[in-house]
């Protein structure tokens, strides 16, 4: 039987957290939009008028959003299961009447809350800098979750598994920072050779791009039922492996 009261006290720790360190956890996300938007998008706008039969700006908002979405859900969890491994703050988390199943549950909502939080605050700038069209906001939104739930999951294991904030990084650097610029954020791979467009297929991020991208300006380089089933199967498959590395206690019982 779930321990509710637990589940939300630790859940409303963990939200409460980043909220309460807001210029940390949400306003850099939201800086570097725009300063992607005015560099990247006005700038080059100038040569690239447009892809696919929409501006320059339109086109890589959408990835601008699963990048800043992605990357705060993964930083909550990583950093936060992290810190109370090298603060010694483990012992009071394992002793709380709490399974292995409701302290990852209570985490990856935290990550994904922060998650759907900036990912929603950088496509309304979006719409109020560029006047961006939401073809389908319903499912946008929902898609913002499910990647927040995903990599919120991914960010949890990243946690369990490393010891140290460099070795963090070093996870986070040589994987999902990679990803993120090869999965189309600012371009589309029918841009690419045939055999860089085979390589972006092995890449999970670029059906996310792509699935956002479908919701938000109606446009796809790809089949977009591969893209949500993608997303679901990423989503199942982490918050399985975050569950279980919580359950087995690896890296996380001294």
Do not use: C, H
């Given at each position: 039987?779930?321990?509710?009261?637990?589940?939300?006290?630790?859940?409303?720790?963990?939200?409460?957290?980043?909220?309460?360190?807001?210029?940390?956890?949400?306003?850099?996300?939201?800086?570097?939009?725009?300063?992607?938007?005015?560099?990247?998008?006005?700038?080059?706008?100038?040569?690239?008028?447009?892809?696919?039969?929409?501006?320059?700006?339109?086109?890589?908002?959408?990835?601008?959003?699963?990048?800043?979405?992605?990357?705060?859900?993964?930083?909550?969890?990583?950093?936060?299961?992290?810190?109370?491994?090298?603060?010694?703050?483990?012992?009071?988390?394992?002793?709380?009447?709490?399974?292995?199943?409701?302290?990852?549950?209570?985490?990856?909502?935290?990550?994904?809350?922060?998650?759907?939080v900036n990912g929603i605050l950088v496509l309304l700038i979006g719409i109020i800098m560029i006047d961006l069209p939401v073809i389908d906001p319903i499912k946008t939104i929902f898609f913002i979750f499910l990647v927040s739930w995903a990599f919120s999951s991914m960010g949890l294991v990243l946690?369990?598994?490393?010891?140290?904030?460099?070795?963090?990084?070093?996870?986070?650097?040589?994987?999902?920072?990679?990803?993120?610029?090869?999965?189309?954020?600012?371009?589309?791979?029918?841009?690419?050779?045939?055999?860089?467009?085979?390589?972006?297929?092995?890449?999970?991020?670029?059906?996310?791009?792509?699935?956002?991208?479908?919701?938000?300006?109606?446009?796809?380089?790809?089949?977009?039922?591969?893209?949500?089933?993608?997303?679901?199967?990423?989503?199942?498959?982490?918050?399985?492996?975050?569950?279980?590395?919580?359950?087995?206690?690896?890296?996380?019982?001294?």
């Amino acid at each position: 039987m779930i321990n509710w009261v637990g589940l939300w006290t630790l859940t409303s720790r963990e939200v409460g957290r980043f909220f309460s360190v807001y210029r940390q956890t949400i306003l850099p996300g939201l800086i570097s939009s725009v300063l992607y938007i005015l560099i990247f998008g006005f700038t080059l706008e100038q040569r690239i008028s447009e892809i696919q039969g929409v501006s320059y700006t339109w086109f890589i908002l959408p990835g601008l959003i699963i990048m800043n979405t992605l990357t705060n859900a993964t930083s909550n969890t990583a950093s936060s299961i992290l810190q109370m491994k090298l603060l010694q703050q483990l012992p009071d988390l394992l002793i709380a009447p709490l399974s292995g199943f409701e302290i990852a549950l209570a985490y990856i909502i935290g990550g994904t809350v922060r998650g759907v939080v900036n990912g929603i605050l950088v496509l309304l700038i979006g719409i109020i800098m560029i006047d961006l069209p939401v073809i389908d906001p319903i499912k946008t939104i929902f898609f913002i979750f499910l990647v927040s739930w995903a990599f919120s999951s991914m960010g949890l294991v990243l946690g369990q598994l490393s010891e140290s904030w460099d070795q963090l990084a070093t996870m986070q650097n040589f994987i999902l920072t990679p990803l993120s610029f090869l999965g189309g954020i600012f371009y589309s791979i029918n841009m690419l050779p045939n055999w860089a467009q085979k390589l972006s297929y092995f890449n999970p991020i670029y059906y996310m791009i792509n699935a956002i991208r479908y919701t938000i300006l109606g446009l796809n380089s790809s089949d977009i039922s591969n893209s949500f089933i993608m997303a679901l199967v990423l989503t199942i498959v982490t918050s399985l492996l975050a569950v279980f590395l919580m359950q087995s206690g690896k890296k996380i019982k001294q």
